[in-house]
T-cell receptor, first 113, second 111 residues
């Protein structure tokens, strides 16, 4: 089954404790991206990747890191989480870029205390 | 700052009626336009995409694009309770890698 998977689905952590949210797709997509979704603000792009080893900042990259060492994986790293990073996070992928259908993972709900 | 604006709602529509959702965007260079549906607690899924001026129909859904006025709309005919969701409008500039998203309109279909 073609899909985007994210882990974990739910996470409660404390300020400053490094965490990684994994994202994997099995559709051989070139393009992957991370979003956060907050009430009233819609989806905001954190980082995106056009291909292996090629990443770029989205609209809200501060406090986040990403890597794209393999085509299928695009982990999101929070080196020192803060309460303002409490949010719902989505990973998405598409064949080549933002002009195509985005396929979303199920989401990761993060609470930073 | 490129923006996509949507009325947050909620928009309440009786079952069987036509639901009309609107979206305006600021960047005249935008070329690709998308409507996604998001059920509560779930991830967004594509409903319609539209690339040229005019109407595009798919079943009960019709997307309308007017580039001169910089708006795109989604009509849902014969609305069903299962259409109750938040509808997200997304816009892409000409082959730019980023999508700009609206905050979404919450639609409630009343039986």
């Amino acid at each position: 089954e073609a899909q985007v998977t994210q882990n974990p689905r739910y996470l409660i952590t404390v300020t400053g404790k490094k965490l990684t949210v994994t994202c994997s797709q099995n559709m051989n997509h070139e393009y992957m991206s991370w979003y956060r979704q907050d009430p009233g603000l819609g989806l905001r792009q954190i980082y995106y990747s056009m291909n292996v080893e090629v990443t770029d900042k989205g609209d809200v990259p501060e406090g986040y890191k990403v890597s794209r060492k393999e085509k299928r994986n695009f982990p999101l790293i929070l080196e020192s989480p803060s309460p303002n990073q409490t949010s719902l996070y989505f990973c998405a992928s598409s064949l080549a870029g933002g002009w195509e259908t985005q396929y979303f993972g199920p989401g990761t709900r993060l609470l930073v205390l | 700052q490129k923006e996509v604006e949507q009325n947050s709602g909620p928009l309440s529509v009786p079952e069987g009626a036509i639901a009309s959702l609107n979206c305006t965007y600021s960047d005249r260079g935008s070329q690709s336009f998308f409507w996604y549906r998001q059920y509560s607690g779930k991830s967004p899924e594509l409903i319609m995409s539209i690339y040229s001026n005019g109407d595009k129909e798919d079943g009960r859904f019709t997307a309308q694009l007017n580039k001169a006025s910089q708006y795109v709309s989604l009509l849902i005919r014969d609305s069903q309770p299962s259409d109750s969701a938040t509808y997200l409008c997304a816009v892409n500039e000409d082959s730019n890698y980023q999508l700009i998203w609206g905050a979404g309109t919450k639609l409630i279909i009343k039986p």
